[in-house]
């Protein structure tokens, strides 16, 4: 009997992605809204140090840059703004260029075949194919003969990309479909082919003129995938808490998963984030387990019993692989002990990975030093010599915490080629901190270590340090950390220093109760919206369409216990209520919902790309990539947002006082690009001349259903782009030059 599956990618259409939201006490702004801060005060304590060096720059929306090829001392987007769009095409800029440049199932050798797109391709094939769902990634130069690296080379260089996930009725036939997909009896090869899709992929790039090809004889190129060994490195190594019957000794496990957003480092090393990995696990229900493990189940994982996302422990005829390729996913306890079956499994699954582009024969290293959780993306803030490496991180669930990890030892160029060596010098060995927003502008940084742990805390107990890593969300709980509006990608101004992270929306923000039996999250400064989305959507309430917070570092020190904050950019609709919605004066020019991308360019300082994962404002356009010339924290104004009571919620009008930056204007933000139909637009880079950009459209089509799939009805598929007619769509990177040849953006 066919039992399709619903829509469940943890990217979905409804605007939630998280697998379980916090639903922890913490309240940390309460008592101080209460106190009704004023406006003045507000002034005072946010921007009174702020204000007078910043203005200039506030006021023009034009940063004096360092000189970049190309860019000018003061970098201007000089593109026309791209409409918005539902249609089923990829919109770019007059005088840009677009190609296509690596499909779902495109060959990474001589020796795999070109893709069927049929659901005919092998699930072995799948090892040497591009993965599913593309989505952050990074471009690092190699040497022009193609050995080695040279950072600064834009004509030869290779890409690691990550494969977040699967639209997984695009990967089987329609036959397949039709037999049926449930995921209490999955077909084996399917599992694998699912399995195979998703991870990183590693591609050599060569440039020819404008174009851009991929070198398929390169022994660069490879894949990891979901069943790719890795080591766990830093203080989990050999914890009780990651032993499992693949590694009782604890220092291995297998596959990295929902690789989302990504990072890189001061040494040349890619960084891929695992984001949405709980609901691939078949569980118990939570009562079944002893009170540890029920805490930790049911703060990370949910507390009913599942068979997991794809039914991946659910082979028919059971696991006969002789290697657990399937009890793998199965977190019920089977035998005596840890080491003996995959409860622990999930616990090597939410870190950081770092992967050297340069030495493909060396196994992932799991950095358990960054914490463990629904890891977005980890960018670092500029490498000092003599200070510490330093990276900020979100967790992206609702009312989940911002982070940052900062290295013991301090920053030495000399490890500037140093590889994963480097990498276990800086990332495994340092300290985890949580971010505390205060009403006044300010706010705190509090190290996750087992002495912090307040003895009031009850609801858990942390064995040692490994444990605070591991559950550093219930850490972050008991030390009052901020819970934010699922914080996404960070980023770090290469000239002002300032910090942003994307919050994309949360639909528990600012309701009165527990109206629909959801969940309710009071209004904060930082969290500060509440309405009801314009299109009437019963159940799209909340922060419907996302900001981005900005944070400042005190004394520009990235090591530092405390920062400054103010609100960068609100989403919105152009046409909403510009005093409590399109709080940033949005227009038709840039106006987007759920930012989710966020990624500075190198070769352009002060030149910022936004991404949307969008599914509130899909009704007038698909998600967009937006070019941004951001000022610097405190450019902006004291606000009182007044949220107006919506006749679902039941409640009264809600009045929160916050800090918002400059308005947008043509000059500082403008839409750059507009995908096809039922596409994220995440993941970007550059060369590093900063004349050719990648950027990544992930899952095109993914709201038709898996029936019409298995009905072969191509003409009803959502979309068809890349490849047009009849064909199945697919995730893809592309890259975009400018005819003239100058740099992207100007
Ligand atoms: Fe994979 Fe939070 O986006
Ligand atoms: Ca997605
Ligand atoms: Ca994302
Ligand atoms: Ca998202």
């Not at 296509?100 to 075949?113: H, I, K, N």
């Not at 193609?146 to 997984?168: P, Q, V, Y």
């Not at 035998?335 to 499994?345: E, I, K, V």
């Amino acid at each position: 009997m066919s039992d399709f599956l619903t829509k469940h990618h943890p990217d979905s259409p409804n605007g939630v992605d998280d697998v379980v939201r916090n639903e922890s006490g913490n309240t940390a702004f309460g008592e101080i809204i209460e106190s009704r801060v004023s406006r003045r005060a507000v002034l005072k304590g946010g921007f009174g140090v702020a204000a007078g060096s910043f203005i200039g720059a506030g006021l023009t929306g034009c940063l004096d840059l360092q000189a970049a090829p190309g860019a000018g001392k003061h970098f201007k987007l000089g593109f026309a703004a791209v409409p918005k769009s539902t249609a089923d095409v990829l919109s770019i800029p007059p005088g840009y260029t677009a190609q296509v440049l690596f499909r779902l199932g495109d060959p990474l050798d001589t020796s795999t075949p070109e893709y069927q797109n049929d659901g005919s391709d092998t699930a072995e094939s799948f090892a040497h194919r591009a993965g599913d769902h593309h989505d952050g990634m990074e471009y690092f130069g190699l040497k022009p003969n193609g050995k080695g690296k040279s950072m600064n080379n834009a004509g030869r260089g290779l890409l690691c990309m990550n494969h977040e996930n699967i639209t997984e009725f695009f990967l089987h036939s329609a036959a397949e479909l039709a037999a049926g997909y449930v995921t209490t009896s999955r077909v084996a090869p399917q599992i694998d082919k699912e399995v195979n899709a998703h991870g990183v992929a590693v591609i050599e790039v060569t440039r020819n003129d404008k174009s851009f090809q991929i070198n398929r004889a390169s022994g660069y190129n490879r894949r990891y995938t979901a069943a790719s060994e890795m080591e766990i490195h830093g203080p989990v190594r050999g914890d009780t808490l990651v032993q499992t019957k693949y590694s009782p000794d604890g220092r291995k496990t297998r596959g990295t998963l929902n690789n989302c957003a990504h990072g890189i480092t001061p040494w040349g090393t890619y960084l891929t984030c695992e984001e949405n990995w709980a609901g691939y696990f078949k569980r118990p229900a939570s009562t079944s387990l002893a009170d540890q493990a029920r805490i930790t189940q049911n703060r990370y994982i949910g507390s009913g019993a599942s068979n997991g996302s794809y039914g991946w422990a659910n082979p028919a005829g059971g696991d006969n692989s002789g290697v657990d390729l399937y009890n793998r996913w199965n977190l019920t306890p089977t035998a005596g002990d840890a080491a003996s079956d995959f409860r622990n499994a999930a616990n090597t699954f939410g870190w950081v990975v770092e992967i050297d582009p340069f030495a493909p024969d060396t196994l992932p290293r799991k950095r358990t030093a960054l914490g463990r959780f629904g890891h977005e993306g980890a960018m670092p803030a500029k490498a000092v010599t003599g200070k510490p490496i330093v990276y900020y991180m979100g967790d992206d669930a609702r009312g989940e915490y911002i982070y940052k990890y900062v290295s013991t030892r301090k920053w030495n160029p000399s490890d500037a080629d140093g590889g994963l060596a480097a990498g276990d010098k800086y990332l495994d060995d340092g300290k985890l901190y949580v971010a505390k927003f205060n009403a006044d502008g300010s706010g705190v940084w509090i190290e996750l270590s087992l002495a912090n742990i307040p003895a009031s805390y009850t609801a858990y107990t942390f064995a040692n340090q490994a444990d605070v890593l591991t559950n550093c969300r219930l850490a972050a709980d008991a030390l009052g950390a901020t819970p934010m509006d699922r914080p996404e990608w960070t980023g770090v101004h290469p000239v002002t220093g300032d910090i942003y992270v994307t919050l994309t929306n949360n639909s528990d923000r600012g309701k009165t109760g527990t109206t629909g039996g959801g969940f309710s999250r009071a209004l904060d400064p930082v969290n500060p919206r509440y309405y009801a989305d314009l299109k009437g959507a019963a159940n799209q309430t909340g922060n419907v369409n996302g900001h981005i917070v900005r944070m400042k570092e005190a004394g520009g020190d990235s090591s530092a216990l405390s920062f400054q904050w103010d609100i960068y950019l609100f989403g919105a609709q152009a046409d909403a209520d510009g005093t409590h919605v399109n709080v940033s004066g949005l227009t038709d020019d840039n106006d987007f919902s759920s930012p989710d991308g966020l990624w500075f360019s190198h070769a352009i300082p002060g030149l910022m790309w936004l991404q949307t994962d969008d599914g509130a404002y899909t009704d007038i356009t698909n998600c967009m990539m937006l070019a941004a010339v951001p000022g610097r924290l405190g450019d902006g104004e004291a606000l009182a947002i007044t949220s107006k009571a919506v006749p679902t919620n039941g409640g009264a009008d809600q009045t929160v006082p916050t800090l918002v930056g400059q308005k947008a204007s043509s000059t500082n933000l403008r839409r750059f690009l507009v995908g096809p139909k039922g596409c994220e637009i995440t993941g970007i880079t550059e060369t590093p001349d900063g004349r050719a950009i990648f950027v990544n459209i992930q899952h095109p089509g993914e709201s038709t259903s898996s029936a019409t799939v298995a009905a072969d009805n191509a003409a009803a598929f959502q979309s068809h782009w890349p490849d047009g007619g009849l064909a199945r769509p697919r995730s893809a990177t592309i890259v975009i030059t400018k005819d003239d040849g100058g740099v992207i953006g100007s």
